[in-house]
């Protein structure tokens, strides 16, 4: 069995950046992606979790990128009960767009 992920979006304004006691780097962020709605004809963005170990980078904010990884699946109590919770654990990052770009709204098309 395979889990790959490979995702092409913008990385909206949440990037974390900490670092564990060992000194290993660790950047939290979002990719912002596009999908059509089959019933409304209306493009949605979705934000995946993402986590990257090692060097950190705060260069991602507002870039388009490209993301390869695997999916890792977490369940947790709350209040509510029991939530899951799924993020990307970054393997290789690639940023196809530099710059503080403004991810695409829901009325447009979305980039290829």
């Given at each position: 069995?395979?889990?790959?992920?490979?995702?092409?979006?913008?990385?909206?304004?949440?990037?974390?950046?900490?670092?564990?006691q060992?000194?290993?780097?660790?950047?939290?962020?979002s990719?912002?992606?596009?999908?059509?709605?089959?019933?409304?004809?209306?493009?949605?963005?979705?934000?995946?979790?993402?986590?990257?170990?090692?060097?950190?980078?705060?260069?991602?904010?507002?870039?388009?990128?490209?993301?390869?990884?695997?999916?890792?699946?977490?369940?947790?109590?709350?209040?509510?009960?029991?939530?899951?919770?799924?993020?990307?654990i970054?393997?290789?990052?690639?940023?196809?767009?530099?710059?503080?770009?403004?991810?695409?709204?829901?009325?447009?098309?979305?980039?290829?």
């Open positions: 069995m395979l889990n790959e992920v490979k995702l092409e979006g913008f990385v909206p304004k949440n990037v974390k950046v900490k670092f564990t060992s000194g290993l780097g660790v950047t939290n962020f990719v912002s992606v596009s999908r059509k709605n089959k019933e409304t004809g209306k493009y949605i963005n979705e934000y995946m979790s993402c986590v990257l170990f090692g060097e950190p980078r705060d260069d991602l904010e507002g870039a388009r990128v490209i993301v390869e990884g695997r999916l890792q699946v977490e369940s947790r109590e709350t209040s509510e009960g029991k939530r899951t919770y799924y993020s990307v970054v393997n290789d990052i690639e940023i196809v767009q530099a710059g503080k770009s403004t991810p695409v709204d829901d009325s447009e098309e979305p980039f290829n």
